[in-house]
């Protein structure tokens, strides 16, 4: 890539310590290079030259370089707090079946929990 094809808050595909990645580029630095962010590890990189990335990131260039989509970070976040969530349904639930109090609206929040786990997925 050129330097003028680059855009800031722009993901782009390239090769970040042997390994294929996504970086999200955060800015512009003074007198040349950019400050980008791998969203594989979270850490800021530093890249003298456009020449490193390779590709915008689409769903396509994804699936064909790195064999499927990551999912964004604050949606990683979300399926986290999701998962836990879940978690504490599944015992909430359990505990139901052994009390029989509540046990409809557990199930409820349960299959909410996991449709907003599969849209994540």
């Excluded at 040349?32 to 990335?53: D, P, S």
């Excluded at 979300?78 to 015992?91: H, K, M, N, Y």
Aim: proline letters at 2%; a positive charge.
């Amino acid at each position: 890539m050129k330097n003028s094809e680059v855009v800031i808050g722009t993901k782009y595909i390239t090769r970040v310590s042997g390994n294929i990645t996504v970086v999200e580029i955060l800015a512009k630095l003074r007198p040349k290079g950019w400050r980008a962010k791998n969203l594989r590890t979270n850490r800021e990189i530093y890249f003298k030259t456009a020449g490193r990335l390779w590709h915008p990131a689409t769903k396509k260039s994804m699936e064909v370089y790195l064999g499927f989509v990551p999912i964004d970070t604050s949606h990683q976040a979300l399926a986290q707090v999701i998962l836990d969530l879940t978690e504490s349904l599944t015992d909430a639930r359990n505990m139901s079946y052994k009390t029989g109090i509540n046990e409809d609206r557990c199930e409820e929040i349960f299959a909410i929990g996991n449709k907003l786990l599969d849209t994540l997925e």
